[in-house]
């Protein structure tokens, strides 16, 4: 199968990477080759093997295999497939065996890879639609089904085994993001909406409430232990939020990804399964690493010249990837044609990620 070959950037590039003290978060981390040639809308690992997953606005969804050692890492692409026409791919996730993608996007449709096959003409299967663009997607473990949040005010729930859905139910607003873990769904959706569902069966709600920040949602994680969420808003805010009363825990929320006068969005949070503890990305290109339950931060990294769009850690927590790309932001007069979109991935230290214990509260 044939990949994506980056535009020509008006940077430095060491093979299809840009070069630099400030092209990565540490002179370490390994750049995968063949990233695509538009912003990079996902990244995720699979659940069960070094396998990484990426989705592209030039319409590509993109598999390597990863091998680490000694913090040493190698990406090697294995294939890619395209939506239909070229159309903006805005989000992905993984069956729990990790032998299936589903991707979605602004064609509207659901689609299906098996990973092991080659779809005909190079497109995944169609086995869903919405009316309007497909923002997010979740694969639900419980019951095998595949969920969609869409543009169009619509969860959507699929049999891959059906053309129609088994389920819908009505959001308040647009979905702009969702996430699973176990029995709790939650989505983040436009108006500062938020509604968390329980999906073990037949997926019910459980509440909707208003975000606690007080600007637009960007992107929403679901605690690994499944008692809340963490959302995070163009404001540069996070909120820590618990579904049901944890003795000794409060919902609260907090600073960050701003210098100065300027704020960032938080384009992306994601948990590390062993630790508890998580990572956010943001348009002032900064990882910070932190501990919610000691309200710390655990480490954070020097800014890269470019908006951080998204980023995910492996199964096992000892990788970290993180994609590099213009995320619109600033508007189109910010973007500069040939900007590279690359995709690095970090070897995750101990010391970085794991709960130090508590202490005084250094968010920032």
Known sequence: MSFGVAAAPTVQLIGSCTSGTNASIAPTDHCVAQAGNDGISSVIWSPTANHLVSTNWDGGVRCWEVQESGGQIRAMPKAQVNHENGSPVLDCA????????????????????????????????????????????????????????????????????????????????????????????????????????????????????????????????????ATGYAVGSIE???????????????????????????????????????????????A????????????????????????ITCASFSAQGNMFAYSSSYDWSKGSAHYSPGTPNEIWVHSVVEDEIKPKGKKAASYR
């Open 94 to 225: 993984l069956s729990s065996d990790g032998s299936t993608v589903f991707s979605v996007g602004a064609d509207k449709a659901v689609r299906m890879w098996n990973l092991a096959q080659t779809p005909p003409n190079n497109i995944p299967q169609q086995i869903g639609a919405h009316d309007q663009p497909i923002k997010s997607v979740a694969f639900l473990p419980s019951t095998n089904l595949i969920v969609s949040g869409g543009w169009d005010n619509m969860l959507k729930f699929w049999d891959a085994r059906q053309q129609n859905p088994v389920g819908t139910l009505q959001l308040p607003d647009k979905c702009y993001d969702l996430d699973v873990r176990d029995s709790l769904m939650v989505v983040a959706c436009a108006g500062r909406h938020i509604v968390t569902y329980n999906v073990q069966g037949q997926p019910q709600e459980h509440q909707r409430k208003e975000s606690p920040l007080k600007f637009q949602s960007r992107c929403v994680a679901a605690f690994p232990d």
């Open 236 to 282: 540069g805010r996070v909120g820590i939020q618990y579904v049901a009363k944890v003795t000794g825990k409060e919902s609260f929320a907090f600073k960050c990804h701003r210098q100065d006068a300027n704020v960032f969005a938080v384009n992306c949070i994601c948990f590390h399964h062993q630790f508890g503890t998580f990572a956010t990305v943001g």
């Open 284 to 307: 002032d290109g900064i990882v910070n690493f932190w501990d919610k339950d000691n309200k710390q931060r655990l480490k954070g990294f020097p800014a890269i010249h470019r908006t």
